[in-house]
């Protein structure tokens, strides 16, 4: 993949992508590299906030009348809405960056799997040649020598995909 774009500021931007076949082999991945970084970027350079984090009442400028204490406590509650967005934006890259790590769910594999391939009873019919095959069975050599955390491995997916999720919705409000 190749990607040039001009700045933003500059009349007649340019743009040009180039896209290679390998590049949506695993598409999700490929974006995520160009993704993290702008993300990290915007966390440290925003200026603003999504109104639905920044409206909080007590505003000077609304035109309906607010009660003393909605103006008084106005600042707090915008500086909340800041926090908010943040972690918000922290779930998004936490995101990002478990797409990135080709590794990640090793981390719910605990000891060494050995493996033998046994020849099996059943045999199937090749829909492209149309001739009877053998099929192998995969056996677990020593089944105690090695574990996987199911439950750890989806509470993670659940994770990524919340932050996945959450890029979604705010979609529209990535920028600065």
């Known amino acids: 993949m190749k990607v040039n774009i001009s700045p933003f500021y500059k009349q007649g931007r340019k743009i040009h992508v180039k896209i290679d076949g ?32 920044a409206n909080v009442g007590g505003e000077k400028y609304n035109q309906q009348q607010n009660f003393d204490f909605y103006e008084e406590s106005h600042n707090e509650a915008f500086d909340e809405g800041i926090k908010r967005w943040d972690e918000t934006l922290d779930k998004m890259i936490w995101s ?60 993670h997916q659940e994770r990524i995909q919340e932050g996945l999720d959450l890029f979604a919705k705010y979609y529209r409000s990535l920028w600065d």
């Open 22 to 53: 390998s590049d949506v082999w695993s598409w999700d991945h490929t974006l995520a590299y160009i993704i993290l970084p702008g993300l990290l970027h915007l966390k440290v350079s925003k200026h603003g906030i999504p109104s639905e984090f």
């Open 96 to 155: 990002f960056y478990q797409l990135i790590d080709d590794d990640w769910d090793q981390k719910y594999h605990h000891g060494k799997p050995e493996f033998d391939w046994i020849k099996s009873d059943t045999v199937y019919t090749n829909p492209a040649t149309g001739k009877q095959e053998k099929t192998y069975q995969m056996l677990d050599k020593n089944p105690d020598e090695h574990w996987y955390d199911v439950d750890g491995h989806e509470l």
